[in-house]
């Protein structure tokens, strides 16, 4: 299987409809060049925008959906939409993300669980989802989670346990912290046995330099490949049969005490 990251750089001074209409012409770059792309977190305003989420918070069928079904559909790609800010017209906004198949249907919508900013920013303008979600791909079953998600590591135990293989995270993720960054997603692969395709923005957010370095690690905990700092498409080919394979070889899974874990063999 081919995965496209779009490491796109949020250019501050680039209207949200001129990238919206910008990334959606990148995604259908990725047309015959990989079955599954991925976008970073809010990449329509940045990720510490935060001024910015009221105003350009959309409906959940909004533009940015609406351009991104149809790129999905022009490409023939399934596709990992990023996230959004979502407003929802019975409550408060969310970071939403969003995944279509290859003929532009929405197949998953996750709302972010773990909002990032302590007593500020996301954390308390936006509320707090409350569901994992797994879309089912012909190739892999992928789990959604976005950015700060990847410090909680009993959301993608749970995650395996609904049956995820791939686990899918984009992420606004600031320069200083680049080492956790790569770190964790390393972390999550290993004790999970799956693959992570982590997904990150490029460029400066609101006056924070952006981590970029998009990564993709193998169930052994392997970096595959990984971007630079800068705005770039990274494209990595991988088995999603390896996942079965590794937790076959090595079953630590199965030895699971606490938690979600299956019963003891």
């Given amino acids: 299987m081919r995965a496209s990251l779009l490491q796109i750089d949020v250019n501050e001074g680039e209207s949200v409809e001129s990238r919206r209409v910008r990334v959606a012409s990148l995604v259908r770059e990725q047309a015959g060049s990989a079955e599954l792309v991925v976008l970073p977190e809010l990449w329509t305003t940045g990720a510490f925008a935060y001024e910015e989420f009221g105003s350009e918070a959309e409906p ?32 408060p906004l969310y970071n939403t993300s969003l995944v279509f198949s290859p003929s532009g ?41 976005t950015c700060y998600d990847l410090r909680f590591p009993e959301l993608f135990r749970g995650l395996v346990d609904a049956g995820a293989e791939t686990l899918v995270v984009p992420a606004g993720w600031p320069e200083r912290r680049r080492a956790h960054w790569t770190l964790l997603a390393q972390a999550r692969a290993v004790e999970n046995q799956a693959f992570v395709l982590a997904c990150g923005t490029a460029g400066t957010h609101a006056g924070v330099p952006q981590a970029g370095h998009s990564i993709v690690v193998d169930p052994w905990g392997e970096v595959l490949a990984q971007a630079g700092p800068g705005e770039q498409v990274l494209t990595v080919e991988f088995d999603p049969g390896k996942v079965a394979v590794t937790r076959d070889q090595f079953p630590a899974l199965k030895d699971r005490m606490l938690g979600l874990a299956p019963p003891r063999r």
């Avoid at 022009?74 to 800010?85: E, F, K, N, R």
């Avoid at 909002?115 to 959604?144: H, Q, S, Y």
């Fill in 60 to 91: 959940l069928e909004g533009p940015t959906y609406e351009a991104m079904a149809k790129a999905a559909s022009d490409a023939g790609v399934w596709l990992h939409a990023g996230s959004i800010p979502e407003r929802d017209p019975e409550g």
């Fill in 105 to 145: 249907d929405l197949v998953a919508a996750y709302r972010k669980i773990h909002r990032f900013g302590f007593d500020k920013g996301e954390a308390v303008l936006m509320g707090a989802g409350a569901e994992l979600v797994t879309a089912r791909l012909p190739e892999t079953t992928i789990g959604v989670a």
